[in-house]
């Protein structure tokens, strides 16, 4: 079955120190691999995505993400977090040619001032 | 960037009425679009798939009669939720993609939510 987990709920940091929310996928074939972020009573704003290429993707706000094939792994990471990443953080996976988008069960990150 | 609008953004009503609840792309033509459903801390749910011009697919367990969408052109869909009761309240989240040649194909973009409330 094609699934993706993020395995810690809640993830605390604190600020200017570097943060890594993870991600890993089960999915047939290349996937399409991406992350959102969620603030409260909002919708998901795309972050960043892999789809093909180099593994390290740079995304919005000074987010990027590697992509690693041999650990199925697609982790979000950001050298120095701020205050305001305070959010809730999905991966998300489409298989190649799938139609539909995989999330996982989101990642609630905590910046400490 | 791609933009989603969606409206109301917050709305409570009494048990057994009607609520609709619009989806637009505002700068491209979604062809596809997504209807999800998130209870409180808690992923997203899909509940349905709209395509332009054609019925809805629902996801199982997704009552098609109490949950009706209809895709009449290629930036409007519509949720409406029948005969609401108070265990329809929830935060629903609709998303699109570009499927347009000069778009980004690969990328759903997301509303800003709706809170249904029912009394």
């Known amino acids: 079955a094609q699934s993706v987990a993020q395995p810690e709920d809640q993830v605390n940091v604190a600020e200017g120190n570097p943060l890594t929310v993870k991600c890993t996928y089960s999915?047939?074939?290349?996937?399409?691999l991406f992350w959102y972020v969620q603030y409260p009573n909002r919708g998901l704003q795309f972050l960043l995505k892999?789809?093909?290429?180099?593994?390290l993707v740079k995304g919005s706000y000074g987010f990027e993400a590697e992509f690693n094939k041999s650990q199925t792994s697609f982790h979000l990471k950001k050298p120095s977090a701020l205050v305001s990443d305070s959010a809730l953080y999905f991966c998300?996976?489409?298989?190649?040619?799938?139609?539909?988008?995989?999330f996982g069960a989101g990642t609630r990150l905590f910046v400490k001032a | 960037g791609a933009v989603v609008s969606q409206h109301p953004s917050r709305v409570i009503c009494k048990s057994g009425t009607s609520v609709k609840i619009e989806c637009r792309s505002l700068?491209?033509?979604?062809?596809?679009m997504f209807w999800y459903r998130q209870f409180p801390k808690q992923s997203l749910m899909l509940m349905a798939t709209?395509?332009?011009?054609?019925?809805?697919?629902?996801e199982q367990g997704v009552e098609k009669d109490k949950f009706l969408i209809n895709h009449a052109s290629l930036t409007l869909s519509t949720l409406t939720v029948t005969s609401a009761h108070p265990e329809d309240s929830s935060f629903y989240i609709c998303?699109?993609?570009?499927?347009?040649?000069?778009?980004?194909?690969?990328?759903?973009?997301f509303g800003p939510g709706t809170r249904l409330t029912v009394l």
């Open positions: 892999y789809i093909t290429g180099d593994n």
């Open positions: 998303s699109a993609r570009d499927q347009g040649l000069a778009g980004d194909s690969d990328t759903q973009y």
């Open positions: 709209s395509n332009e011009g054609s019925k809805a697919t629902y």
């Open positions: 700068d491209f033509q979604a062809t596809t």
């Open positions: 998300a996976v489409r298989p190649l040619g799938g139609f539909k988008t995989i």
């Open positions: 999915v047939s074939g290349n996937p399409y």
